[in-house]
């Protein structure tokens, strides 16, 4: 049996998400720390909740290219997408993001539409709200 716990977050990470676009980002925040590395964003200001937070660890990917102001820049468009490793193909967009070899984990795909733009690939998500602290994976 696969395991599908990647498609699974993505899945239910989509109910969240769609209430993001509107929202404003508040926190952009890369670092690479030896074995640990982590992208760390938050949205604020969201059609639900006070704050969205994703986490994405164990990263292979990312890139911002920033907008005028990325404090407080509209969040137009976000999604989550799994990649793989099983996955004969992936979309085309992905291709070239992270080199394909074996042992390569299943991974998330997240990208981030507006004045901010932000692509990132990594192999752990984790997504909180504000109001009640749950966590999607």
Not at 23 to 45: C, H, M, P, S
Not at 68 to 79: A, F, K, M, Q, Y
Not at 104 to 128: E, F
Request: aromatic content about 6%; some cysteine.
């Amino acid at each position: 049996m696969v395991d599908n716990t990647v498609q699974m977050t993505c899945e239910r990470a989509g109910a969240v998400l769609a209430h993001c676009a509107g929202g404003f980002l508040d926190t952009v925040a890369f670092a690479a720390l030896g074995e640990r590395d982590y992208l760390d964003i938050k949205i604020v200001q969201t059609l639900k909740w006070p704050m969205v937070s994703l986490l994405l660890e164990d990263v292979r990917h990312v890139a911002v290219d920033k907008g005028p102001d990325i404090e407080s820049s509209l969040v137009d468009e976000i999604t989550l997408t799994p990649l793989l490793r099983t996955a004969t193909t992936w979309p085309s967009e992905a291709d070239g993001l992270v080199t394909r070899f074996d042992g390569l984990p299943d991974l998330y795909w997240l990208r981030l539409v507006g004045p901010t733009m932000i692509t990132a690939v990594g192999a752990i998500m984790t997504i909180s709200t504000s109001s009640d602290f749950s966590t999607l994976a």
